[in-house]
């Protein structure tokens, strides 16, 4: 791997804000086929198990989650890995440990922050997930762990390396319509929008990219009106389809994104970033399932009532009985509102390498080979 050299660049870092002149890699004292960590913060789609450790219903620590791959609960809502299982693999990284796991982490690998249930909004089920804020602050404590173990040099090396994932905002749009619909009346789509955008864009640029951080990447929000469980509330209102109301909402968000990033990469010297189209993807399967080889692409593996949508699957949130399919990779979704590890694998793969009119500017491993 080609050294990495920083001239005369000014950083502002963990600690303190400091000025590099010319330091090469080599020089660092990192072997020269240093890894680049993965740090990764968000919801469900990420959450390896944090809520394992926290007061919280929303959990996936039971069986029949995880039974396709690690044969036993781990608190990932799928039937195996996740996205962001699959793009530790390919950066050649062991499995990045949920944060709150206990154990002996040093974490030169990365850190998984994310939280089930969690939004960019502190309210987004407020009490029973660790919001973003908190996740944030997670971070810091390990960039100050990172600092002790290796050297402010290598620590703020790593901490420029590395590839930051971002998963958030759907529950922040979720959370209004299922526990505070005041804010439906309150706010227009777009002021609604709007905050969790800009909550977004601070956690970027006043938290890790002060901190150093300069790799970025992020998907666009899935459709979340088409989930088996958004199905079945708009079929207990004796309805069809989609749940609409959710959608502009959705629109929305996927039409700002890429706009905000496109501001922060002018903005912010050596900001870059990947944007993978999730939603695209999932309409796609959802719609079309045989065309991509699934059998099915609207109703859930597991859960009960209609689309088994009802989040029922485990039996451990309140109703016992749930149904549960022979084959979880003939199925899009795995539960009511999260999908199987073979979707979870054919997104990865689309994120890490896919051409720039699913996956923009870069893909991640461009963000991963940078340096
Ligand atoms: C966990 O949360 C539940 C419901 O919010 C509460 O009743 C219970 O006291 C909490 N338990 C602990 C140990 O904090
Ligand atoms: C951190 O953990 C890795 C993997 O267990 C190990 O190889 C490395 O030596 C550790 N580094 C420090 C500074 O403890
Ligand atoms: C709902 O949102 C409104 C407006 O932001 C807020 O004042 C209220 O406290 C929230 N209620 C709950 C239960 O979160
Ligand atoms: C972040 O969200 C809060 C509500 O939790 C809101 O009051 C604030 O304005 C938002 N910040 C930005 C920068 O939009
Ligand atoms: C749905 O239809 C059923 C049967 O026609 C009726 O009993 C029920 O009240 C309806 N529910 C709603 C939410 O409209
Ligand atoms: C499950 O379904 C997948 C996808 O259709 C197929 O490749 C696999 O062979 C099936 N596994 C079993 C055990 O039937
Ligand atoms: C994107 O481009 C690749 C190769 O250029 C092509 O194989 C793929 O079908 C395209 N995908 C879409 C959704 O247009």
């Not at 791959?69 to 962001?84: A, E, H, N, V």
């Not at 749009?173 to 706010?187: D, V």
């Not at 700002?256 to 990947?274: D, N, Q």
């Not at 949130?317 to 399919?325: A, D, F, H």
Request: aromatic share 14%; glycine share 10%.
């Amino acid at each position: 791997m080609a050294n990495i050299s920083f001239h005369n660049y000014i950083f502002g870092f963990c600690t303190s804000l400091l000025i590099i002149t010319t330091l090469s890699h080599s020089e660092s004292g990192l072997p020269s086929e240093e890894h680049v960590s993965l740090f990764i913060f968000g919801d469900s789609i990420f959450d390896a198990g944090n809520n394992n450790y926290i007061n919280t219903s929303l959990r996936a620590n039971y069986r029949p989650y995880g039974e396709t791959y690690f044969k036993y609960p781990t608190g990932r809502f799928s039937d195996g890995r996740l996205i962001s299982d699959f793009i530790a693999e390919y950066a050649k990284l062991p499995v990045i440990p949920p944060y709150l796991q206990p154990g002996n982490h040093n974490f030169t690998y990365g850190a998984n922050f994310a939280s089930a249930g969690a939004g960019a909004l502190v309210e987004t089920s407020q009490g029973l997930v660790i919001d973003l804020n908190s996740q944030l602050s997670y971070f810091e404590r390990v960039c100050e762990s990172l600092m002790k173990n290796l050297g402010d040099e290598e620590a703020n090396i790593l901490i420029s390396r590395a590839v930051y994932l971002f998963s958030v905002g759907g529950n922040d749009y979720s959370y209004i319509f299922g526990t505070n619909s005041s804010i439906l009346q309150t706010y227009s789509h777009r002021e609604f929008v709007g905050t969790v955008l800009g909550n977004i864009t601070s956690a970027i640029e006043q938290e890790i990219y002060k901190k150093g951080g300069r790799n970025f990447g992020f998907l666009s929000l899935d459709p979340l009106g088409c989930l088996p469980f958004s199905r079945a509330v708009v079929q207990g209102q004796n309805g069809t389809g989609c749940f609409k109301e959710i959608t502009p909402y959705v629109k929305l968000h996927n039409k700002a994104l890429p706009k905000l990033l496109r501001k922060l990469e002018t903005k912010l010297k050596g900001f870059r970033y990947s944007l993978s189209d999730y939603n695209e993807f999932l309409r796609d399967r959802i719609n079309h399932p045989s065309k991509h080889g699934f059998e099915e692409g609207k109703v859930a593996c597991c859960g009960s009532g209609v689309y088994r949508g009802i989040f029922s699957c485990g039996g451990e949130r309140g109703i016992k009985e749930y149904k549960l399919c022979s084959n979880a990779s003939e199925y899009v979704f795995f539960d009511s509102a999260h999908t199987t590890e073979r979707v979870n694998e054919e997104f990865a793969r689309l994120f890490w390498s896919g051409t720039p009119n699913s996956t923009a500017p870069y893909n991640l491993k461009a963000l991963f080979e940078w340096n």
